[in-house]
């Protein structure tokens, strides 16, 4: 009686409950009926367009494919193309990366729903079967592996490229459980850090618990519920070129380490991907997809989800999720997002080794853009000889630098060289970001630099305009001595060093670092051409390898022969 007599005193036009359902249904029935052309199609904000159009225009990028989702409709746009490549659309492909583990996270979430794993399961628990040489890493737990929070190196002391533009190629499987096998940590902090063995182990796990290859797996548990048709690994179909500071590199190959980043795609199957975020109640996978995005622990970067990361974003005034993964590879990168408030989810792919992470977590929290990308910087040659010589920073440490090739090389005293990438004048970073070099000038001339390294700034004097050479005449030694030095040694919990011959010389080769040819000058003596790399062999009572000195820019480390054994 109250509500209707409230009702009348309200609304002097009086309307029953089943009338007023009719008309709802009827104004639904009418809206459905919209051509979709009518209705509102998505768009891309202003302030974000202009830093695509200008990425792209700038030659950062070949190409950047965007895809977005807002309701019941998406679209999709294509900003850029190399002079001579075939354009970009919808069924181009890209490499994934890091995104990979997105798509392993939800099949280890469907192994929990199976009962195929626990939660509490570790590697030791569900491998058996190896003879683990350190108890902690067999105590790591499967779920860590997801959330990247194992403790895991960035790369497996036994990973040693034979091509630097294709640096996980060729490590295979019996690398990796001998990896496992064999690796000791120094010590264990089981925080957030990414490692592509994380995802590679989780792969090795789910593969061991289903009893197939993870490929198939993929393919069959994730890949087909969803209807992700032209998403796969290594086959080499349509994969566009990709490139990293102005130029053309190599596409990535993983072996072993697929289940990290060796997944391919385009942006038809991604939008499919996220639009099945978005409503999983019509998907098989409903429950795995749900429980994959529940964060599990936090990091700096947000909440840790199976392979996910997970924001919270203020509105009306409430918080709501923003799920996301991004990556860069060797050639391409790669962002992935949604929100459910919005019933929104964003696909940025892009054909270079720049960027889209910031913008599209921006885009999708509604913040400021980032700046666009520079077009990238082709030094000359007299603008690289002007950088090199030797600095001295502010600790003590002496940085040598050279040319090398287009660009330069830095090494610090006992340690390896990297090779150092130009972004702008006088500005040059290493693979990955991790390393960058400010050289500093005074009345136009190099004067000094600032080193930055994960996040600190060290400044340096330039003290000479050459790095330090050393040239040594070549000594020629007997084919039996020079067959008595190859073999691993070991550095560190963390670095093996690999020697090989090769006719009448040495490759030396830290774990994860391209190889440095060595030429003897002494008996058990070698070096580079420079001087600045070499070998010190030490030998027994019995004349056999004992150890050896390695020489880094005027740093000694020690190892001793390190052979590891096959599980």
């Not at 087909?224 to 590199?249: E, I």
Request: some cysteine; overall charge negative; aromatic content about 8%.
């Amino acid at each position: 009686m109250f509500c209707e007599a409230h009702a009348a005193v309200r609304y002097p036009l009086r309307v029953s409950p089943r009338l007023l359902l009719t008309l709802v249904v009827h104004a639904c029935v009418l809206f459905c009926l919209v051509p979709a052309t009518l209705r509102a199609a998505p768009a891309i904000p202003d302030r974000y367009r202009r830093v695509l159009e200008q990425s792209a225009a700038s030659g950062a990028f070949g190409t950047i494919a965007v895809g977005l989702i807002e309701g019941k409709e998406q679209k999709t746009w294509f900003f850029g193309k190399h002079p001579g490549a075939p354009a970009a659309d919808a069924a181009s492909q890209f490499e994934l990366g890091a995104v990979t583990d997105v798509f392993s996270g939800i099949l280890l979430a469907q192994a929990l729903l199976e009962g195929k794993l626990r939660a509490t399961d570790t590697l030791g628990g569900v491998m058996p079967e190896i003879t683990w040489a350190d108890p902690a890493l067999a105590a790591t737990p499967v779920v860590s592996l997801a959330t990247q929070q194992s403790g895991l190196p960035a790369t497996p002391a036994n990973l040693f490229s034979r091509d630097p533009g294709d640096p996980y190629a060729h490590y295979s499987s019996s690398d990796l459980r001998a990896f496992l096998a064999n690796y000791r940590a120094a010590s264990w902090a089981r925080d957030y850090a990414y490692s592509p063995l994380n995802g590679a182990l989780l792969g090795l796990v789910l593969a061991h618990v289903y009893g197939a290859d993870f490929a198939t797996l993929i393919a069959s548990k994730v890949l087909a519920p969803l209807a992700l048709k032209s998403t796969g690994f290594d086959d080499g179909t349509g994969l566009r070129q990709g490139h990293a500071y102005g130029h053309a590199v190599a596409h990535w190959h993983f072996d072993a380490l697929a289940g990290a980043a060796g997944l391919r795609s385009n942006l038809a199957d991604l939008l499919e991907f996220v639009q099945r975020n978005l409503h999983p109640d019509s998907s098989t996978l409903r429950a795995a997809l749900l429980l994959a995005r529940q964060p599990r622990a936090d990091a700096v970067i947000g909440g840790l989800g199976l392979g996910w990361i997970v924001h919270d974003i203020p509105a009306d005034g409430q918080t709501w999720p923003l799920v996301w993964r991004a990556s860069r590879t060797g050639g391409f990168s790669t962002f992935i997002g949604f929100r459910t408030d919005r019933q929104q989810a964003l696909v940025l792919l892009g054909d270079a080794a720049e960027d889209l992470a910031t913008l599209g977590v921006a885009w999708m929290s509604d913040q400021s853009p980032p700046p666009s990308t520079a077009a990238p910087f082709r030094p000359t040659t007299a603008q690289l000889d002007a950088c090199a010589g030797l600095y001295r920073l502010l600790d003590g440490s002496d940085v040598s630098v050279r040319v090398s090739g287009d660009t330069l090389a830095a090494q610090l005293r006992g340690q390896p060289a990297w090779l150092l990438q130009p972004v702008a004048a006088d500005d040059f970073v290493a693979p990955g970001g991790g390393v960058g070099v400010s050289f500093v000038r005074n009345l136009g001339d190099v004067s000094g630099m600032v080193l930055r390294s994960n996040g600190t700034f060290v400044t340096g004097q330039r003290l000479s305009t050459r790095a330090p050479t050393l040239a040594r005449a070549p000594l020629q030694i007997d084919a039996r001595t020079l067959s008595s030095y190859p073999g691993d040694y070991r550095l560190d919990p963390d670095t093996l060093l690999r020697i090989t011959s090769v006719d009448e010389a040495l490759l030396m080769q830290l774990s994860g670092t391209q190889a440095i040819a060595l030429h003897a000058y002494a008996v058990d003596r070698f070096t580079d051409a420079d001087g600045q790399n070499g070998l010190v062999f030490h030998r027994d009572d019995k004349g056999g390898i004992s150890g050896v000195t390695l020489l880094l820019a005027g740093g000694e480390r020690e190892a001793v022969p390190a052979n590891w054994r096959l599980p």
